[in-house]
């Protein structure tokens, strides 16, 4: 069985809503966990700053309701504050765990720009949600963009993550999926549980792969169950009877379908894990 | 004169032991009534027994005469079978926290409910976590929320698709939210917009002032939505809570059924745990909060608020409470409200409120030492208060004198139905009569214990039950016939009265007590008169220090007392000193001078102020006798001048008028006195001699001076007739009398004592109003006729002056 060593790097997109702290806590705790180093990535959205220099621009307060003209030196001063806080936090977090971490600040458009930085990492960690306050989506668009244009790993994080559950994993027998089983075993340590869910063509299949899946995690200690996940079945059933800590899946290169990746966001109530296996790496392949 | 000498028998009355059918206390059975004290009983049954309001009871008397244990015994005979008072608990006033409700109930069930309550709160916080845990209220709970957010997002989304159909953008800013142009879906650049035309610009400021416009609109009623929200989450719990509550409310209602302030309470205990159902749901409480909690260490601080402080509670058919107070301090009747010091802070809650005994008493009897309660500070006007309003009220003191400005609790006052008894000294009740207005209205039936009682054979077999009864209770060793017999004769020696017996039980106690140790030392068993004698001997050795000095003194003739020959105006007085519980006699010497004067007594010991009133007046008394006899009809021409001989701590009593008077006839007469007597007993302005007190110890004392010389026979004591019925002598004493070594003489007269003194006659009053010339009378007006004649001549002018 393949390791989790090839995960030497981790992106950390943040920025200053409540959902970033968990963003930032996760992927410095699994950055530990996996013995990467870390780098912390703000983006200063050129929209805003483009906002703000329209003649026009003006905002409308949370608080009062109440209109306010937007000055461009006020948002300047705003992001670099920001940027400020996010670094110092961030700084704090890392060392505590002892990681070495990176951080730095880009400007321009937040999803360009975070595919961009992903390119020179392994794993990007990015929130489910910005901080659109009022607006509630389940999935925001720029985790779902990443999730589908990232070529490397991607971690999406929610608020409700909690890695005392049981680890649950998607298991379709792909090499992304062998990829996928070193992480999702390696993230059961604390549960010490993995729910596999295995996606097969019958049952015979189904029944291979679990035989392999047992070969291969019978020397663990991890107490490993198995589910059929059928192709037609609503993703939310899956995690019916047990919410997991994590759901990780192993993912092809070419990407979950739109519709796909967010189904399984929104019915995934915690953070989801899409493993992608590295561009090169022939001797790190599965056997 | 021999005629007034008393024989040995008069001067001892012996207890007849052959009256007693019993060999030793042994055979007596235990015997709980209170012996000669049938009026202070009779007064206690009425005070008990009468329930209108201020018939409290004073039982007075001198201290070990029985008062507290004749209460006591009375009151714990009686009280349980009277009804049992009811259960009293503090609780929480929800509506005025600093104001705890009184909660009363039948007894018994006071603490059923703390239990109750204590359970309650033990269950709600699994029942209400369930409930509120449950997949039903999740349910509904996170459809209320979802409900919110799908108006909101529903509010947002609908704006955004009307600003995306236009090309404008909604963007969320540090602050809040904001509208921009966009192309290709980011916003467009300033120089992008300026190259649109101006109509496109205006059109563009138009649309996205139009959209902020309904994004203010929404906006402005996210916070009603929020409100509306917390609203329906708040009916939610409440309902939740409802459901969850009040079965287990209910459960604890039925004891308190026909208790309606209870079910009352229980209600409001409802209401506040439904409206405060976070309380019992699991959260991280601030450490600050607990510390500030006067529950201190509880884990669950607030919820101090529904704990049932119970004050008083008592077993169903236990009766009527007999409280004794020990300590009466203001807080200890009343109770109090305490408090706990935490960071500094005073702090307290109803759970703190402790009872007084008025609480422990109320609806029974209550016992107090009167001297106590007046000496504790504010203590006797709190107990007027609470019995003349009939209510306890607990109140600091601090509070009430605005002495600390602590903020604490107003308890709801407590009726109050309790007979108080207070126990005290005579002296004391009849000044509380006096000068409290008070307490005669409070205070109304007052059982008065007497000091002694007759020494009738009914008595002596009763005070041998008594002896018997303390012998059981003191586990003492049993007193045989003869011990008894002894100790009834010490009784009446204490009860100075040969007719009665001492009613001061401490002192019989004591007696019984030394005696049964010294039996012990002698290895006697059952108590024999012998050791009874070896108790009291040796009670008088161990307070004998100052007599034995007093004596040796004398002895060396340091003081001088002569107890032979004759001197004229000197004569030997009695004084008792009394210490502590041990008194015996002195002698003393008393002289008297007469000159020429202008018929004054000169009492020395009232010149130096050295003489009590009582003293004085003695003297004043004689000199009127003197006046009245000698010189009703003729100048009183004389100054005499009376003293006590080496006396140095002052005189006071009449006892000694006699003895003083003996001494002026006898200066008056040139007639010596028999120094070889002394003499006690006071005198009126007739001459009769008068009863004094502690003839036993006077007599004793100049018997052990005698003795100590040597006794030859002409010694002896004169003691007023009407002291006679007092003498109980030592045994020595009694001996040498009837040995014919020493006599006690009973006098009425002057008269008869001066012949005894002198061996003189005194005289009697002749047809012609003359006393026989020789007589002592006759001597004495002789010599006030010359005093006077030489008055005259003094007063007279010189012969041939005139011319």
Known sequence: ?287 | MTHLSLPAEKLFTPCDISQFDFESTAELNEFDEIIGQDRAVSAIQFGMGIRHEGFNLFAIGPNGTGRFTAVHQFLTARAPSEPTPADWCYVHNFDQPHAPNALQMPPGLAPQLQQAMQQLVEDLFTIIPTAFTSDEYQAQRKNITAALKEKEIQALESLKDEADQRGIALLQTPGGFAFAPTKDGNVITPEEFLRLSTSEQQALEKDIKKLQESLQKIMQQVPQWHRETQQRLKELDQEIAAFAVKPVIDEIRPPYADLPDVLAYLDTVEADIIQNVRDFLPSEESPLADMMSPAGGSSRPRLARFQVNVIITHEPDEGAPVVHEELPTYPNLLGRVEHISQMGTLLTDFTLIKPGTLHKANGGYLILDARKVLLQPFAWEALKQALRSKEIRIESLGQAYSLISTVSLEPEPIPLHVKVVLIGERLLYYLLCAYDPDFTELFKVAADFEDEMPRSPENNLAYARLIANLVHKEGLRNFDRAAVGRILEQSARLAQDAEKLTTHMQTVTDLLREADYWAGVNGRDPITAADVEQALAAQLQRAGRVRERLLENTLRETLLVDTDGAVVGQINGLSVIDLGGQAFGRPSRITARVRLGKGEVIDIERQVEMGGPLHSKGVLILSAFLGARYAAERPFSLSASLVFEQSYGGVDGDSASSAELYALLSALADAPIKQGLAVTGSVNQRGQVQAIGGVNEKIEGFFDLCQARGLTGNQGVLIPTANVKHLMLRQDVVAAVAAGQFAIYAVSTIDEGIELLTGITAGELDGDGRYPPGSINGRVVARLETLAAKQREFMAPPEGGDK
């Open chain 1, 1 to 287: 069985m393949i390791n989790t060593g090839w995960i030497r790097h981790i992106l950390v997109g943040l920025d200053v809503s409540q959902m970033s702290t968990a963003v930032l806590h996760t992927a410095v705790r699994l950055s530990a966990f996996l013995k990467a180093d870390i780098t912390g990535l703000f983006v200063e959205d050129i929209n805003l700053i483009r906002l703000a220099e329209l003649p026009f621009s003006s905002e409308v307060r949370y608080l009062t309701a109440g209109t306010r003209p937007l000055h461009p030196e006020q948002i300047q001063q705003v992001l670099h504050s920001h940027a400020t806080w996010l670094r110092y936090e961030f700084g704090q977090t890392a060392n505590e765990r002892a990681v070495k971490w990176d951080f730095r600040v880009a400007r321009g458009f937040v999803s360009q720009e975070l595919l961009a930085a992903a390119h020179q990492s392994d794993l990007l960690v990015i929130g489910r949600l910005s901080s659109h306050r009022g607006v509630h989506k389940r999935v925001g668009s720029t985790a779902l963009t990443a999730v589908q244009q990232a070529a490397t790993s991607v971690l999406v994080v929610s608020p409700e993550a909690d890695f005392s559950h049981p680890v649950a994993l998607l298991y379709d027998d792909s090499t992304a999926a062998a990829y996928a089983l070193p992480i999702a075993l390696s993230l059961a340590q604390l549960s010490k549980q993995l729910t596999v869910f295995i996606r097969a063509q019958d049952e015979q299949e189904a029944a291979r792969i679990q035989h392999n899946l047992h070969t291969a995690v019978h020397d663990t200690v991890i107490l490993c169950s198995y589910r059929r996940w059928l192709p037609d079945q609503n993703l939310a059933q899956l995690w019916a009877e047990q919410t997991p800590g994590i759901v990780v899946l192993g993912d092809g290169r070419e990407g979950p379908a739109t519709s796909f990746a967010d189904q399984l966001l929104h019915a995934a109530p915690c953070p989801v894990l899409f493993i992608r296996p590295p561009v090169v790496s022939a001797h790190l392949h599965p056997a």
